[in-house]
Structures are given as C-alpha cells and as structure tokens.
C-alpha cells in the first residue's frame, strides 16, 4: 500500500510537466503566429500601434510585427471601381440622369496619408461626391441632344476635371464611362419624332434626286436618238437614191415571167423585153 501511494506523486507530476509543455508550445504557437503578417499582392501595409498608424508602407510579402501590440492593414492599389448616378440639368434645362463608372486605384507611396487623413471609406467620403458634382458641372455645358451625340467628348471633359480633383487625395483616375443618359418621357418623344421626319425628308430628296437623274436619262436618250437621226438623214444623198432605184428595178427583172401585164397601174416602171432581149435601147413606160 505505501508502495502504490508513493508512486501517484511521480505520475501527476509527469502530466502536469506534459499540460504544461503543451501550453508553453501553444503559447509560443500564438506568439509566433501573432508576429508574422502577409501583405498579399496588389495591396500595401500600413503598421498600427495602439490606434496609431505608422508612415512605413509594407510591400506585398511576409513582414514581422508585436504581437498584440501591432497590427497591419491592408490597402488595396488594384484599379477598383465606383459607380455612382447623378441627376443633373443640360444647358437647355432638360433633366438627365446620368449612371458613370470610374476606375481609379491608390498611389502604393501615398497610402498613409489618404488612410490616416480620410480612412478606408475614401470611395463614399471623397470619389463619389466629386464625381456629383462634377458630373453635374459638365452636364450644364451641354444641350440635351449634345449629350447624345458627344459623349466621348463629355466622358473626357469628366475625366480631366475628376483626375484634378482626385489628385489631391492622391487617387489615380483611370478612367470614366458614361454608362447611359436617362432623359424625361417627353424628350424622347421628340427625340423620336425628330429622327423620323429626318428620315422622311432624307428619302423626299433621295426620290428626288432619283427622279431628277430618271429625267436626265430620258433626255440624253432622246438627244441621242435625234443625233442618230440627222446623221441618217444626212447620209440620204442622190446618187443613193438612185441605186436604190436600181436595185429594186434589177429585183423585178428577176421576178419577171416573159408576159405583159394586161392591167397596170401606179407608177411601176416597165421595161422593154425586145430590149432586154436584143441589146437595143428600151424604152421606159408608165402605165396610167
């Protein structure tokens, strides 16, 4: 009995050193967790000690800090993007609602200063009212119709004035598209009915034109077929005359049979046969 009581001390002992061995290794387990920080790629780290933001901007990779002590936030540099929508007037007082997106992203060097002076919101405190109010500025130099038709012009004009105003916060604009232009019910019903009578007046001079260059046609035809005309009329000479006449004198010497016609009239020739035949003279008659 005193054998078995004297070796329960060694026993718990044993365990007691094993529990604490295994806390002393989850301890230093959470320390050494607790010191190592990650910075992942397209970001930048900002040390914070007691609240307080260190200027040191951490470059992606592993980095050591005190455990719980400091901690690392991560600003992102990637291009983001902020869609935001405006309700503005043109220049002719017509009311436009217009839906932008902008990419923009963080200069990695100036990432203390924008976080300490503004804080990881800087989208909704400083790009979207700047882009607003500058959306709404240059809406105002626009007439209506102009918006449509120039909208790469009034995209660019809104990237100059928001890179400016960015830049000040150190926010790099990347770029800014105007997704659509929302117009009132009425000016799209004269919008539409604009276009249909250009199209209407577009095909009035097309058929005009068609039938301007139709008529231009006829002309020239005519013209030449006159011009054709003279020159046959030109080419009709005596001497043609007469050979034609004997052609169609030489055809009835081809066709005649030997008799005398018993009844004649008109003025077709007829032609002596004794002449024909005997190589004298003849005498042409016309029958009565």
């Known amino acids: 009995m005193e054998t078995g009581t004297s070796q329960n001390p060694k026993k718990n002992n044993n365990v007691g050193r094993i529990a604490t061995s295994i806390g002393v290794i989850l301890v230093l387990a959470i320390v050494g967790m607790s010191s190592v920080t990650q910075i992942q ?30 901690s690392v936030i991560q600003v992102n540099t990637q291009v983001a993007k902020t869609e935001t929508d405006t309700t503005a007037s043109s220049k002719d007082l017509q009311p436009v609602s217009t ?29 979207n009212p700047a882009i607003q109010e500058i959306v709404k500025e240059v809406t105002a130099r626009y007439q209506a119709e102009e918006l449509i038709s ?12 928001l890179t400016k105003r960015l830049a ?54 005519a013209q030449a077929e006159a011009e054709s005309l003279k020159l046959k009329k030109q080419e009709v000479t005596a001497e043609l005359v007469q050979l034609k006449q004997i052609e169609v004198q030489e055809k009835a010497v081809e066709k005649w049979d030997g008799h005398l016609p018993t009844v004649t009239g008109g003025a077709t020739p007829f032609i002596d046969v004794e002449s024909l035949t005997s190589g004298s003279t003849s005498i042409p008659s016309t029958t009565p």
Request: proline share 2%; hydrophobic share 40%.
């Open 99 to 127: 839906h932008v997106v902008v990419n923009f992203s963080v200069n990695e060097d100036s990432a203390y200063k924008l976080m300490n002076n503004i804080g990881s919101s800087y989208d909704t405190i400083v790009i």
């Open 41 to 70: 790629y397209g970001h930048v780290g900002l040390y914070k000690t007691f609240g307080k933001l260190n200027e040191n901007v951490l470059k992606p990779g592993i980095h050591l800090k005190l455990p719980f002590i400091q």
């Open 168 to 221: 000040v916060y150190d926010l790099n604009v990347r770029e800014v598209n105007i997704v659509n232009f929302n117009f009132s019910e009425a000016f799209n019903q004269s919008i539409e009915a604009k276009q249909v009578a250009q199209q209407q007046a577009l095909k009035a001079s097309n058929d005009l034109k068609r039938i301007e260059i139709e008529a231009q046609q006829k002309i020239a035809q």
């Open 150 to 161: 120039l909208r790469d012009k009034v995209a660019g004009e809104i990237n100059e004035e």
